[in-house]
């Protein structure tokens, strides 16, 4: 402990001597506007020293109302959410140091499988960064990985193992912040007209990039929405601000005009019923398997009836619905199919180490075939991703980084439905169903979008992962005592 205050009163002073320096420099030497975020900074860094719980709600808070750094320097050549990411990277720094340190992190939590899986993850994600065709590009995207990671599911398991009122508080700062970036978004989206599904593509910027991240966030949120409705062990009044939300996200989620996100949700309610109905995980893994294998068998007779759909993407709901199989003359669709043949491609010639993380926006171009290219394929090939985090994976990190992200999500879906099933608290029964069917909805939504590397989409990923892990450990020692 007197160690601990040592150390605190240390950085103190250095924290306050660099600030002394920094305001001299930018003042008399730079006469900076920078000056301005100066007391901001410090403020940040007096929390990290002192509150560092409340260093860590905020950046939760303030993770959808970040906005780029191009934003406002539409010129520069490195980009960040601010003030989001540079918090997240503060706290990675934090983290580590803890570990060096204080050493005071549950062990539990450390053993878990789970655990093992994310560094089996973040381990093949680093080597492929060293092997990587552009090795900076590579490092700087796992370092963001690592700071996720680090933020959301390491320090969000110290934070969520202190009890249900802390796991409502805390998804509660995220919902709130989506309620303003909802509101702001549809209110924008009137001035052009609700039916406009063209302008609902940039309507949610600055905080989200386009409308499919931000379909995604919303789709993430709605199964938890429901269950802090649901808790009947909660006050009526809190309860009732969950009912009242609940609207909020579903007008969101449909105004959104994102198929991808529609769709994840469909499939997720099933997924909430098979559930519901306890079918054993053995079962639904075999049902899961047989049906790719069906779908690689019947793959060319799925696309020739596919290729009879000529429905585009419409302000028409229904039209929009069924222009998602339209693989002709839907330009989304076929240029997604376009990022697809090329990740396939980029596989081929890198099957094991792949080209590097975050490497795929600029490595796809000469892999493009002239009869997939659209309206909104770019020339040079410099703009997007690979449209599905698998293939994104295969592409990036080779045939073991897909394989560590699909044994990500096996563990983390076996170890979720297990405890549902297993439990005999109502609240853990809850919230585990709420945390599955939330990711569930991103892994649906991974097929065709890619958003891992974007902190409003990874940040309630990965604490969806937190959740489930703190909840069975726990369960398992309630089981045990």
Not at 205 to 231: E, L
Not at 357 to 383: H, L, V
Request: proline share 3%.
């Amino acid at each position: 402990m007197e160690r601990t205050s040592h150390i605190k009163l240390a950085l103190f002073y250095i924290v306050s001597l660099l600030f002394i320096a920094a305001n001299i420099y930018l003042l008399v030497v730079k006469e900076s506007r920078v000056l301005l975020l100066l007391p901001m900074a410090l403020g940040v860094a007096l929390l990290a020293l002192y509150r560092l719980d409340v260093l860590f709600r905020l950046v939760i808070f303030l993770t959808p109302l970040s906005i780029p750094l191009t934003t406002f320097y539409p010129d520069s050549t490195i980009n960040m959410s601010l003030p989001s990411e540079p918090i997240l990277f503060g706290l990675l720094g934090i983290f580590v140091l803890r570990l060096l340190m204080a050493n005071d992190f549950d062990r539990r939590v450390w053993r878990h499988p789970v655990t093992c899986f994310v560094g089996i993850y973040l381990g093949w994600m680093l080597l492929t960064s060293l092997t990587s065709t552009m090795p900076l590009v590579s490092l700087k995207a796992f370092l963001a990985a690592a700071w996720f990671i680090s933020v959301a599911y390491f320090m969000a398991t110290q934070y969520l193992k202190r009890g249900f009122a802390s796991i409502r508080q805390l998804w509660l700062l995220f919902i709130v912040a989506m309620v303003i970036v909802i509101v702001l978004t549809i209110r924008k989206h009137i001035g052009y007209g609700l039916w406009n599904k063209q302008i609902a593509y940039k309507v949610p910027r600055p905080f989200f990039n386009d409308h499919t991240v931000y379909g995604a966030v919303i789709a993430m949120m709605v199964p938890y929405v429901i269950a802090f409705a649901s808790d009947k062990g909660s006050k009526l009044k809190i309860r009732l601000l969950f009912v009242l939300l609940l609207p909020v996200f579903l007008a969101g989620l449909v105004f959104s005009y994102s198929r991808a996100s529609w769709l994840s949700v469909a499939i997720a309610a099933v997924a909430w019923i098979i559930m519901k109905l306890r079918i054993r995980f053995t079962h639904l893994l075999f049902t899961g398997v047989t049906i790719v294998v069906i779908l690689f068998t019947f793959w060319t007779q799925i696309l020739l009836k596919l290729e009879t759909n000529k429905t585009d993407s419409s302000s028409n709901m229904m039209k929009h619905v069924e222009s998602m199989t339209n693989i002709t003359s839907d330009a989304s669709n076929v240029e997604r199919l376009n990022r697809w043949y090329c990740a396939l491609e980029m596989f081929k010639e890198k099957p094991v180490f792949g080209w590097g993380p975050n490497t795929y926006q600029f490595k796809y171009a000469p892999f493009q075939m002239r009869e997939f290219r659209t309206i909104i394929s770019t020339n040079s090939g410099d703009w997007g991703n690979a449209h599905s985090e698998y293939l994104g994976a295969l592409a990036s990190s080779g045939l073991v980084g897909l394989l560590a992200f699909l044994a990500l999500i096996v563990s983390i879906l076996y170890t979720g439905i297990r405890l549902y099933s297993r439990t005999k608290d109502s609240r853990t029964r809850l919230l585990s169903l709420a945390a599955v069917i939330s990711l569930i909805t991103y892994f649906v939504h991974s097929f065709l979008n890619n958003f891992l590397d974007m902190n409003n989409a990874a940040i309630p990923f990965w604490m969806s992962f937190a959740l489930i892990v703190v909840l069975d450990i726990k369960d398992s020692n309630r089981i045990r005592s």
